[in-house]
Nanobody, 125 residues
Framework: EVQLQASGGGLVQSGGSLRLSCATS????????IGWFRQAPGKGREGVSC????????EYSESVKGRFAISRDSAKNTVYLQMNNLKPEDTAVYYC??????????????????WGQGTQVTVSS
């Protein structure tokens, strides 16, 4: 059974940092691209960042570029999202998702087959 478990959310002040983790199981990690998405109250799901299966390609939304960094650890089957210089507009539930894809990733949510539960990130001003 494919499982993705997002964790690491919390309450942080503006300008602070958090690191989200997406622990995966039930599939061959090195064959999958992983994406991070977020959804704020009353808004649609937004692609934040993604990383391809080989750790050679990453993508970021314009709103987080330069502040967030995605990485993956094949030994732990885990993907991380380091979030720095957080802003109140980053407040949302963050989700990780996986798709069986090689040497490519996308911020389009519809591409992804498997989703984890979300983790809440709240940034206070």
């Amino acid at each position: 059974e494919v499982q993705l478990q997002a964790s690491g959310g919390g309450l942080v002040q503006s300008g602070g940092s958090l690191r989200l983790s997406c622990a995966t199981s039930g599939f061959t990690f090195d064959n999958y691209a992983i994406g991070w998405f977020r959804q704020a109250p009353g808004k649609g799901r937004e692609g934040v960042s993604c990383i391809d299966n080989s750790d050679s390609t990453t993508e970021y939304s314009e709103s987080v570029k330069g502040r967030f960094a995605i990485s993956r650890d094949s030994a732990k089957n885990t993907v991380y999202l380091q979030m720095n210089n957080l802003k109140p507009e980053d407040t949302a539930v963050y989700y990780c998702a996986a798709v069986h894809l090689y040497y490519y990733c996308s911020l389009r949510a519809g591409l992804y087959d498997h989703w984890g539960q979300g983790t809440q990130v709240t940034v206070s001003s």
